[in-house]
C-alpha cells in the first residue's frame, strides 16, 4: 500500500506569520492529493486539492505546492490565524477513490 | 446544510457485545466510506461503497461489516466487539465517477469505547 510521511509532528507559529506543512509520498503513480483540517472533536474538513498535472493551486490563504520529481507535497498557511490551530492531514488517491492519509501535523498559533 | 451525519457521537460497549453505526449524506453522492482513527495515526478505511448497492474491503475490514441501505445512508456493524476496536469511526462521502477526482467529505465521527 502506500505510505505517507510528514516531515513534523508539530509546527508552532506566531499568529500573522506564514506556516508550512508537508508531506512525501512514495506511490508515483498517485494523481490526486488533498489537504484537510482536523480540529478536536471534529472530522476532517476538506481545504484544498490538487491534481497532478498541476504544480500550485491556490485558495483562500492557503496554496498547496505539488513537486512529482521528489514526491513532496506542502500546504502553505498565510497569514496564520489562531483559527488556523488544528492537525493538518494530506491524503492522496490510491485505485479508485481510496485516499491514504498520512499521520498528520499539528499546527498551534500563538498570539 | 447537514452534510454527514454520523449517530451515535459516543458510545461504550463491552467485549462481546454488536453494535451498528449509522451514517447518512444529504448531498446525492455516489460513494461512500468509513474509516477508523486511532491516537496519532492517520484515517484507516476500513470499507467503501463505490456505488449503491457495492461495498468493498478497505485496509482493515477484519472485525467489521458494512450495508449499503440506499444512496444516502451506509451502516457499520460490530458483531462482535473487541478491546482492539476502541476508535473514533468516521463516515465519509464523496462524488460520483471511478475516473472523477473528488473530495471526501467527512462526518464528525462516532466515538467507541469497548471494554
Known amino acids: 500500500g502506500e505510505s505517507v510521511g510528514l516531515h513534523l509532528p508539530t509546527l508552532s507559529v506566531q499568529e500573522g506569520d506564514n506556516s508550512i506543512i508537508n508531506c512525501a509520498y512514495s506511490?508515483?503513480?498517485?494523481?490526486?492529493f488533498i489537504w484537510y483540517k482536523q480540529e478536536s472533536g471534529k472530522g476532517p474538513q476538506f481545504i484544498i486539492d490538487?491534481?497532478?498535472?498541476?504544480d500550485k493551486r491556490q485558495g483562500q490563504r492557503v496554496t498547496v505546492l505539488l513537486n512529482k520529481t521528489v514526491k513532496h507535497l506542502s500546504l502553505q498557511i498565510a497569514a496564520t490565524q489562531p483559527g488556523d490551530s488544528a492537525v493538518y492531514f494530506c491524503a492522496l488517491k490510491e485505485g479508485f477513490q481510496k485516499l491514504v492519509f498520512g499521520t498528520g501535523t499539528r499546527l498551534l498559533v500563538s498570539p | 446544510n447537514a452534510g454527514v451525519t454520523q449517530t451515535p457521537k459516543f458510545q461504550v460497549l463491552k467485549t462481546g457485545q454488536s453494535m451498528t453505526l449509522q451514517c447518512a449524506q444529504d448531498?446525492?453522492?455516489?460513494?461512500m466510506y468509513w474509516y477508523r482513527q486511532d491516537p496519532g495515526m492517520g484515517l484507516r478505511l476500513i470499507y467503501y461503497?463505490?456505488?449503491?448497492?457495492?461495498?468493498d474491503k478497505g485496509e482493515v475490514p477484519n472485525g467489521y461489516n458494512v450495508s449499503r441501505l440506499n444512496k444516502r445512508e451506509f451502516s457499520l456493524r460490530l458483531e462482535s466487539a473487541a478491546p482492539s476496536q476502541t476508535s473514533v469511526y468516521f463516515c465519509a462521502s464523496s462524488g460520483s465517477g471511478p475516473y472523477s477526482n473528488q473530495p471526501q467529505h467527512f462526518g464528525d465521527g462516532t466515538r467507541l469505547s469497548i471494554l
Open positions: 506511490n508515483s503513480a498517485s494523481d490526486y
Open positions: 448531498m446525492n453522492h455516489n460513494s
Open positions: 490538487i491534481r497532478s498535472n498541476m
Open positions: 461503497s463505490a456505488s449503491e448497492g457495492t461495498t
